[in-house]
């Protein structure tokens, strides 16, 4: 099946400092990729979806220029967090729809545990 | 979007079979419904998907009635390692779609 990666698999950074998380689709195209956070027993939620080429569609309440979304090629979408700080610290998972499927399954990556001391 | 509701949690022993239950009863003409496996600290896995009536693979069934304002996802056999959170997810899979996860139905299998 279709591949995901996310690296760094985890990161900890100090207060203030910027982390940048890629999200590649490993053996198809990917036009359409997610980033969800999630907390602690909470559920995933979604917090952007990347387009390729262009301006990634953020949902209500997520900050637009603290989440910096680049989504350069069709296998590459990076989150950038910038000027991170203890309550960003959470589990980041990304997903990438393939379009070259019959049903536009989404395949998910491994996520990126970050912490923010 | 739909309204999803399904079960918080489920206790199963090894080698029962296990049938989790999601409500959708606003589910649009176009909407599939996907039923998505997560691990702690891992992203979410896919199980299975369907349309109408029933879908089986390696690992499990889905149950969609003819009014599809519900599905049943039944794991056969379940060992301690689906202990796990099982996710339905309904949205169309035409331009603009996105995945919006509920609470999950946290399932744990105990020997």
């Known amino acids: 099946g279709a591949v995901v990666s996310q690296h760094p698999s985890w990161v900890i950074c100090k207060s203030g400092t910027s982390v940048k998380i890629e999200c590649r689709s490993l053996?198809?195209?990917?036009?359409?990729m997610f980033w969800y956070r999630q907390f602690p027993k909470q559920s995933l939620m979604l917090m952007a979806t990347?387009?390729?080429?262009?301006?990634?569609?953020?949902e209500q309440g997520v900050e637009k220029d603290k989440f910096l979304i680049n989504h350069a090629s069709l296998t590459l979408s990076t989150l950038t967090v910038t000027s991170a700080h203890p309550e960003d610290s959470s589990f980041y998972i990304c997903?990438?729809?393939?379009?070259?499927?019959?049903?536009?399954?989404?395949?998910f990556g491994p996520g990126t545990r970050l912490t923010v001391l | 979007l739909a309204k999803i509701t399904q079960p918080i949690s489920m206790d199963s022993y090894e080698g029962q079979e296990v049938n989790i239950t999601c409500s959708h009863n606003?589910?649009?003409?176009?909407?599939?419904i996907t039923w998505y496996q997560q691990f702690p600290s891992q992203g979410p896995r896919f199980i299975i998907q369907?349309?109408?009536t029933k879908v089986t693979n390696e690992v499990a069934s889905l149950f969609i009635p003819a009014d599809r304002k519900s599905s049943t996802l039944s794991l056969p056999r379940v060992s301690l390692s689906d202990t796990a959170v099982y996710y339905c997810?309904?949205?169309?899979?035409?331009?603009?779609?996105?995945?919006?996860f509920g609470a999950g139905t946290r399932l744990f299998v105990k020997a």
């Open positions: 606003n589910i649009a003409t176009n909407d599939y």
């Open positions: 997810l309904v949205g169309d899979h035409t331009g603009g779609f996105k995945t919006i």
């Open positions: 369907g349309y109408k």
């Open positions: 990347s387009n390729e080429g262009s301006k990634a569609t953020y």
């Open positions: 997903s990438a729809r393939s379009t070259g499927k019959g049903n536009n399954e989404q395949f």
């Open positions: 053996d198809f195209q990917a036009t359409t």
